[in-house]
């Protein structure tokens, strides 16, 4: 059944590659950039290795921090073919503005990431940026694009008492993996953005994972935009603040 899941993922990650819209325990302390991860200005890099696995990470602070107390964060989660620096490209503004922690690994998302992974990497990565900066721990929030949507609702249940709410744009949850609602120890809010001519996902996939997650308590938001195919840049700023709006709303207890 989960073949069915790898092949939407695999076609995701491929169309990404060709048509580009936007868009276990650790095992040491902290470490310091890694000169084969590319450094970005404005962007501090870490990374952190999990199942014998470097992954890198970035991370924008607002110029409002100044370590006198904690802010919320988002852990960015981008599309197949994307990168970090990619993604929180589109939520640095707002979050300049607002004063949230944008974090924004650079992933091989695909094959058995999902379920091996996912459920331990996301807290890790978190937990790494928290040993640095200081981050409410009530206030960890996920958002993910296409394949990168995917994994936020993995780890929006399977890690439902981290992360206190979920966003996706373009993604869904299949019926193969309908099972991974079962693993959430808490009710994750999940909001929820497609477009009406995505070319990946039709909009009934998307009013079937609202009515699967509403029907298993899951508090849930369907928003559907006309005229719009896989294209999250093109919608970005209106997503953004809307989910913003959504998740402060929202905070572990």
């Known amino acids: 059944m989960q073949s069915i899941r790898a092949a939407g993922c695999a076609l995701v990650v491929l169309a990404a590659h060709l048509f580009s819209s936007c868009g276990g325990a650790p095992t040491g302390p902290p ?3 890694n ?7 404005g962007l501090a890099q870490r990374q952190v290795q999990f199942q014998q696995v470097v992954y890198p ?3 924008f602070v607002p110029s409002s921090y100044d370590g006198s107390h904690s802010l919320p964060a988002i852990l960015l989660i981008h599309g197949g073919g994307g990168n970090g620096p990619g993604i929180i490209s589109a939520w ?3 979050a300049e503005q607002t004063g ?4 924004g690994p650079t992933l091989s998302l695909g094959g058995n990431f999902e379920i091996s992974v996912v459920p331990g990497l996301y807290p890790l990565i978190m937990h790494t940026a928290q040993n640095e900066w200081k981050i409410d721990a009530k206030r960890i929030y996920l958002f993910g694009v296409s394949a990168g949507g995917f994994t936020v609702f993995d780890a929006g249940t399977f890690d439902s008492t981290y992360f206190a709410a979920g966003g996706v744009f373009a993604a869904v949850i299949t019926p193969d993996f309908d099972f991974i609602l079962q693993k959430a ?3 994750t809010p999940f909001a929820i953005y497609i477009g009406d001519h995505d070319e990946f996902f039709t909009v009934a996939q998307a009013q079937r994972t609202r009515d699967v997650l509403a029907a298993n308590g899951f508090p849930v938001r369907l928003t559907i935009f006309p005229n719009l195919d896989h ?3 093109a919608v970005a700023a209106t997503v953004n603040a809307d989910i913003w709006n959504f998740f402060s709303q929202v905070s572990l207890p």
């Open 31 to 33: 470490q310091q950039p």
């Open 35 to 41: 000169p084969s991860f590319p450094q970005l200005p």
């Open 57 to 59: 990470f970035y991370v």
């Open 92 to 94: 640095q503004s707002f």
């Open 100 to 103: 949230i922690i944008l974090v």
């Open 185 to 187: 120890m808490r009710k």
């Open 231 to 233: 294209n999250y840049g």
